[in-house]
C-alpha cells in the first residue's frame, strides 16, 4: 500500500499516542514497540518524535516485524508517525 497523505492521515483514529517527543534514537522506537503491544490488530498508533531518524527507523522496524508505516506527518517540531499492527 502507498503512503497516505496528510489529510488522509488527519483523518486516522488513533488507538494509542506515544508521545517520545525529546527522546533521541532508539527511545522513540521502543517506546513504539511498548505502545504497539497495547492495541489490537489493524488498529493504528501514532508517535510523536522530534528525533529525524524515527522516521526511517520505525518505517524499516515496521516492516521487518510486519507492521505497515501508513505515512508521516512533520508537525511544528517533530513527526507524527502513523503505524498499523499488522499481527
Known amino acids: ?3 497516505m497523505n496528510v489529510a488522509e492521515l488527519e483523518a486516522v483514529t488513533s488507538a494509542e499516542v ?3 517527543r525529546g527522546a533521541a534514537c532508539p527511545g ?3 517506546e513504539a514497540k511498548k505502545g504497539m503491544g497495547k492495541i489490537a490488530v489493524g ?3 501514532e508517535v510523536w518524535s522530534s528525533d529525524p531518524a524515527t522516521k526511517s527507523d520505525i ?3 515496521a516492516g521487518k516485524v510486519g507492521h505497515e508505516l501508513l505515512g508521516v506527518i512533520e508537525d511544528e517540531g517533530y ?3 502513523f503505524i ?3 499481527k
Open 1 to 3: 500500500m502507498t503512503a
Open 84 to 86: 498499523r499492527r499488522g
Open 79 to 81: 513527526d507524527r508517525v
Open 59 to 61: 518505517g524499516a522496524w
Open 18 to 20: 506515544v508521545d517520545a
Open 28 to 30: 522513540p522506537l521502543l
Open 43 to 45: 488498529a493504528v498508533i
